[in-house]
């Protein structure tokens, strides 16, 4: 049944809407609507998500959608929904969560589409259902970085923004976040229904999920054809693979409980995440985070963790222990490889071998002696390779600079330039330049687009998702963007409100 705001009219923006979770039935879902905010206003916009959906970008400009993604008006074909899961958050069994302040409007050109923000649930819990502007954009601009950075993610297509006001640590503004993905579904599904012994439930999401998102599963001879142990081993390659690119391209996520775990491994859930400025292994972003439980070194152990917690949710399905240790098992050579490659292409070389593993190894050692600036150290390095083919004479100390200690650097470039003889030339500078990104979401970055917002200027908005969305050119109009933080960026605090 297709669920209306009393009185609003339907808004038919000529997409085909379907809601294939909407057939799962009771228990794993509430039909709702939106909850309205007053006198909404355009925040942000990508015209590529648009393009992605099929949706005119005409739509972009006009104030029917704006009412409509705030969820002041239905849309023709919709089913809005809240979906139910439990999880483990901060590794302690937290019982039934759900989409608290997100609701599904159904699917449309092969993506899931959700309102984060539009209001109340039944698993709003104590929450009030809304979204905060500050945490909507940052949600919104990461998003599409990630896509950028080539890291899967759900994506975004637009934030609206109210002047409802939200307490939180203190006073703010409502917002609402129009966030795709080809599916929303995480560990925590799976976890709520083996938790609470619905087993007939638990192999109906199992079943759907493989069906619509891992066919293959029917039919490898993986794990002995156990369609639900090599649900698990796919799963577990696919999250390995994810956070290899978190970790290559700096990225703490911040809250990584298994209820933000994406069954398709994908990035969601952008709460207090950061890239990383100086490289500090053990940095921890999340305030809230006392315990330093998903700081950024501990990230791979955190998702194999998690995936464990998979696998004992999928354990009544698999039937076998061993099927499904042997599942998990496969995360210990899954990510090694997938950082392994992700960092030799950080330097350039196409292929893993034992010494572009130890050279990744040494510059890592290097850059947290002294809190190198981590995205800096890369993109310098990718120009410094560059120039070094252009003038192989030529001196260039743009990333020794960056040093206090330059000797170790030094020593380090000169055992690098002996691997580079034996690639030719030029080879390795385009793929660095192609895979060190110049421009990341840094957090001084998205706070200069918050406080700018904040007095309706959203034009630092739509100059960071310019340079976001293409992350590897070099956008000289906005260089600033590039450079050092400031001084004040370590002192903005993110938290799980965030």
């Known amino acids: 049944m297709t669920i209306a705001s009393p009185g609003a009219p339907y808004l038919n923006l000529g997409l085909h809407w379907s809601n294939p979770f909407a057939g799962m039935g009771d228990g794993f879902y509430v039909p709702l609507q939106p909850t309205p905010l007053p006198t909404p206003y355009w925040v942000g916009r990508s015209t590529q998500v648009a393009k992605d959906m099929c949706l005119s970008l005409e739509w972009l400009e006009s104030p029917d959608l704006l009412h409509a993604l705030t969820g002041n008006r239905p849309i023709v074909g919709t089913q809005p929904l809240a979906s139910v899961y439990s999880g483990h958050q ?7 969560l759900g989409d608290g302040r997100a609701i599904l409007l159904g699917e449309t050109a092969g993506h899931e589409v959700q309102l984060k923000g539009a209001g109340l649930t039944p698993f709003s819990r104590m929450g009030d259902g809304r979204a905060v502007l500050r945490s909507s954009i940052r949600e919104f601009l990461c998003s599409e970085a990630m896509h950028g950075l080539h890291i899967p993610t759900s994506r975004a297509l637009c934030v609206t923004g109210s002047d409802e006001p ?9 917002a609402v976040v ?43 001879p993986q794990l002995q054809a156990n369609a639900y142990a090599n649900l698990l081993h796919a799963v577990t390659e696919r999250t390995a693979k994810m956070v290899a690119h978190w970790q290559a391209v700096g990225f703490c996520h911040g809250v990584m409980n298994t209820d933000n775990m994406s069954i398709l491994g994908l990035t969601i859930d952008y709460g ?24 950024f070194n501990k990230q791979p152990n955190v998702a194999y963790w998690n995936l464990y917690c998979l696998g004992q949710a999928l354990l009544p ?100 330039s002996e691997h580079l003889a034996h690639i030719p030339r030029g080879q390795t500078s385009e793929l660095m330049l192609r895979t060190n990104p110049k421009y990341v979401l840094r957090n001084h970055l998205g706070e200069l687009a918050i406080q700018a917002a904040r007095v309706k200027d959203f034009t630092v908005v739509a100059h960071l998702l310019k340079v976001l969305e293409q992350p590897f050119d070099e956008h000289p109009e906005f260089e600033s963007y590039a450079g050092f933080p400031p001084d004040w960026a370590g002192s903005i605090s993110i938290s799980c409100s965030s």
């Open 272 to 295: 207090p995440f950061q890239f990383l400025d100086g490289f500090d292994p053990g940095h921890v972003c999340n305030h809230s985070d006392h315990q330093g439980r998903y700081a």
């Open 317 to 416: 399905l698999i039937g076998e222990q061993e099927l499904a240790v042997a599942a998990l098992e496969t995360y210990k050579d899954a990510y090694p490889a997938a950082f392994a490659a992700c960092m030799s292409a950080k330097l350039g070389f196409a292929e893993v071998q034992d010494a572009t593993r130890e050279l990744g190894d040494e510059a890592l050692r290097l850059l947290a002696a002294e809190r190198v600036d981590y995205t800096i150290f890369w993109r310098r390095l990718s120009h410094w390779v560059k120039a070094r083919d252009e003038n192989p004479r030529g001196v260039d100390a743009s990333v020794s600079d960056l040093f206090v200690d330059r000797s170790g650097i030094d020593q380090w470039l000169l055992q690098y």
């Open 90 to 96: 901060f590794g302690v069994w937290a019982g039934q």
């Open 178 to 220: 129009t966030r795709l993905a080809p599916s929303f579904i995480r560990f925590g599904h799976f976890e709520h229904f083996c938790h609470h012994d619905q087993h007939s439930q638990l192999k109906q999401l199992a079943d759907y999920v493989i069906d619509r998102y891992y066919p293959e599963c029917r039919t490898s």
């Open 166 to 174: 939200v307490r939180r640590e203190a006073m703010e503004t409502a």
